[in-house]
């Protein structure tokens, strides 16, 4: 057989087993399916020694049509409901921030993990944009995105029972994904305009040259062109199953043998970290529901850590505030996402200087 040809038949494989654990997750109604399936399946390959790698285009292109998702979950009225409680919003996100990041400092100080890795893995925003970031400010892409996701998972269990302990067993359907309907119709017209900008933000990163600049160049030229009316965003499901196995593969063809046995070996204090952060935001919903009359299942799905998006599923099928669920878990998202890089090489640079 060929090079080619066996690399043929190995991307045949890397397909077909993606395809297959997107199905399971989704049945099972683990978040982020569509990114996790190809991740996993990628890890599987690059661990057995099957060489596969993700052209740099092709990644960049996944990275802003991820940027474009983004933009379109974030609308203009966002902001409008995080100005009406600023100064609860303020508070909250802080807190939750500063959790975060002392728990990613415990991690670096006791060397679970890198210093910059454990501060990007612990930070409490959105998963995939936290792990494509993350690589372009020197943390190991690997263990960020081992983090995130483990914490997505299990922010998304503990919220759906927490859901149903509140509804008290039977308080309607239970919190699932979306049938996955790769082919749902969409505007044409609106979905190349998108297409436009997605082109636009990958453009204007390759000129500007920033760190993980096709998310980030096209989440704002998206943002901007959405709020002001010109463009509506508009995403197959078909286009982000695409990207999302981009991005999944782009990470899972980086693991190894060796960096699994790392992952499994810092797993139990890693996890200790994830529940531990996730019992402090079970106590700022405390407060909330204490002091500012927040009912409580809608202040524990507001504080939740992460999995903005699992999140927002499980709101929908509850009797809660949605609007005010969904600002605290943006505008946490943003702070994180534009502090983040200042934040975890200020405190990575301070832990080293300790240590020396």
Same mark, same amino acid.
């Given at each position: 057989?060929?090079?080619?040809?066996?690399?043929?038949?190995?991307?045949?494989?890397?397909?077909?087993?993606?395809?297959?654990?997107?199905?399971?997750?989704?049945?099972?109604?683990?978040?982020?399916?569509?990114?996790?399936?190809?991740?996993?399946?990628?890890?599987?390959?690059?661990?057995?020694?099957?060489?596969?790698?993700?052209?740099?285009?092709?990644?960049?292109?996944?990275?802003?049509?991820?940027?474009?998702?983004?933009?379109?979950?974030?609308?203009?009225?966002?902001?409008?409901?995080?100005?009406?409680?600023?100064?609860?919003?303020?508070?909250?996100?802080?807190?939750?921030?500063?959790?975060?990041?002392?728990?990613?400092?415990?991690?670096?100080?006791?060397?679970?993990?890198?210093?910059?890795?454990?501060?990007?893995?612990?930070?409490?925003?959105?998963?995939?944009?936290?792990?494509?970031?993350?690589?372009?400010?020197?943390?190991?892409?690997?263990?960020?995105?081992?983090?995130?996701?483990?914490?997505?998972?299990?922010?998304?269990?503990?919220?759906?029972?927490?859901?149903?302990?509140?509804?008290?067993?039977?308080?309607?359907?239970?919190?699932?994904?979306?049938?996955?309907?790769?082919?749902?119709?969409?505007?044409?017209?609106?979905? %190349?305009?998108? &297409?436009?900008? #997605? *082109?636009?933000?990958? $453009?204007? !990163?390759? /000129? @500007?040259?920033?760190? =993980? +600049?096709?998310?980030?160049?096209?989440?704002?030229?998206?943002?901007?062109?959405?709020?002001?009316?010109?463009?509506?965003?508009?995403?197959?499901?078909?286009?982000?199953?695409?990207?999302?196995?981009?991005?999944?593969?782009?990470?899972?063809?980086?693991?190894?043998?060796?960096?699994?046995?790392?992952?499994?070996?810092?797993?139990?204090?890693?996890? %200790?970290?994830? &529940?531990?952060? #996730? *019992?402090?935001?079970? $106590?700022? !919903?405390? /407060? @909330?529901?204490?002091? =500012? +009359?927040?009912?409580?299942?809608?202040?524990?799905?507001?504080?939740?850590?992460?999995?903005?998006?699992?999140?927002?599923?499980?709101?929908?099928?509850?009797?809660?505030?949605?609007?005010?669920?969904?600002?605290?878990?943006?505008?946490?998202?943003?702070?994180?996402?534009?502090?983040?890089?200042?934040?975890?090489?200020?405190?990575?640079?301070?832990?080293?200087?300790?240590?020396?």
């Amino acid at each position: 057989m060929t090079m080619a040809q066996a690399g043929l038949t190995r991307w045949a494989g890397l397909i077909a087993g993606s395809a297959a654990l997107v199905v399971a997750l989704e049945w099972l109604h683990i978040p982020a399916a569509l990114l996790l399936g190809p991740m996993f399946a990628a890890i599987g390959f690059a661990a057995s020694g099957r060489a596969l790698k993700i052209s740099r285009p092709l990644f960049n292109c996944a990275q802003a049509t991820v940027g474009a998702m983004i933009a379109a979950a974030i609308p203009a009225t966002i902001f409008h409901e995080i100005a009406d409680d600023w100064p609860l919003f303020v508070l909250c996100v802080g807190s939750v921030i500063v959790a975060s990041l002392v728990l990613g400092g415990l991690l670096a100080r006791f060397r679970v993990l890198p210093g910059s890795t454990a501060i990007w893995g612990s930070s409490p925003g959105a998963a995939t944009a936290m792990t494509l970031m993350a690589e372009s400010f020197g943390a190991d892409v690997r263990l960020v995105a081992f983090m995130q996701y483990l914490r997505v998972m299990m922010v998304a269990l503990v919220a759906t029972l927490v859901t149903r302990f509140w509804a008290g067993g039977d308080g309607g359907a239970p919190a699932t994904s979306p049938a996955l309907n790769l082919f749902a119709p969409f505007a044409p017209l609106s979905f %190349l305009f998108t &297409l436009l900008t #997605i *082109a636009a933000g990958v $453009l204007a !990163a390759r /000129l @500007l040259r920033i760190p =993980a +600049g096709p998310m980030l160049m096209t989440l704002i030229v998206a943002s901007v062109v959405q709020d002001v009316g010109w463009v509506e965003i508009t995403l197959p499901k078909w286009l982000l199953a695409l990207a999302y196995a981009f991005v999944g593969w782009g990470i899972g063809l980086r693991f190894s043998a060796e960096i699994l046995r790392y992952a499994a070996h810092a797993f139990p204090r890693v996890l %200790l970290s994830v &529940l531990t952060l #996730i *019992a402090i935001c079970g $106590l700022f !919903a405390f /407060l @909330l529901v204490k002091f =500012a +009359g927040i009912d409580p299942l809608t202040a524990y799905l507001a504080t939740s850590p992460g999995g903005a998006d699992s999140v927002a599923i499980i709101a929908a099928s509850s009797n809660v505030n949605m609007p005010f669920v969904m600002a605290m878990q943006t505008g946490r998202f943003i702070v994180v996402m534009f502090t983040g890089p200042i934040l975890s090489r200020w405190i990575a640079n301070w832990m080293a200087r300790r240590a020396s």
